[in-house]
Structure formats: C-alpha cells, structure tokens
C-alpha cells in the first residue's frame, strides 16, 4: 500500500517563499508521475505542476516562473519551491501520485496562506 506523506506549508506574506515535500512510503514498482495539485474554497482542484521519473515537468500558467518541482526517484520524493507567492496561491494543497496511468493517489493536503 503506497501512501503520501506532505510536509511544509504554512502562512506567509505576499512575496515570500514557502516549500512543500511529498514523500511516496512503500514499494513501487512501475513508472509514476508526481506532483501537486491545489484547492480554494469554491473552486475546483487544480494541477499546479508535475513531474516524470525522468523530470519532465509540467506547470500551470499560473505558476510558471515562480514555482519549481524537483524530484528524488531513490527516495520518493518530490519538492516544491513556492517563490514570489500571492494571495491567490492560497489554497490547500495536494501531493499527487499517477501509478503507470491505473492509479491515482492523493496526500492528505496543507494548507498555504498568502497574506496581502
């Protein structure tokens, strides 16, 4: 049984930075693509950015430039650095998991707040 593990997260002021970590606990054993998504209240998840096996990343308009995904495939886990945040990046967000196209997995989710 695979599980996501995210940590990081928090409050911070307009401008500032903030990093999020997903770690994927058990054995995997096909090809999987990670990433994170992100919820606001009235609003519909949506994809922030992923990544490949072999960091091939992908990444909302919203947030290109400012953010960065990384990816440690020994260890299973993913980073996200949160650069230049605005209020509107605030939203709670989800470590993703895409198991070879059959399974998705989803983190528990941490809340981001950006103040004006």
């Known amino acids: 049984q695979v599980q996501l593990v995210e940590s990081g997260g928090g409050l911070v002021q307009a401008g500032g930075s903030l990093r999020l970590s997903c770690a994927a606990l058990g054995s995997i054993f096909s090809d999987y693509v990670m990433g994170w998504y992100r919820q606001s209240p009235g609003k519909q998840r949506e994809m922030v950015t992923t990544i490949t096996s072999s960091s091939s990343t992908n990444y909302a308009d919203s947030v290109k430039g400012r953010f960065i995904i990384s990816r440690d495939n020994a260890k299973k886990t993913i980073n996200l650095e949160m650069n230049s945040l605005k209020p509107e990046d605030t939203a709670v967000y989800y470590c993703?998991?895409?198991?070879?196209?059959?399974?998705?997995?989803w983190g528990q989710g941490t809340q981001v707040t950006v103040s004006p």
């Open positions: 993703y998991l895409n198991l070879a196209g059959i399974r998705v997995l």
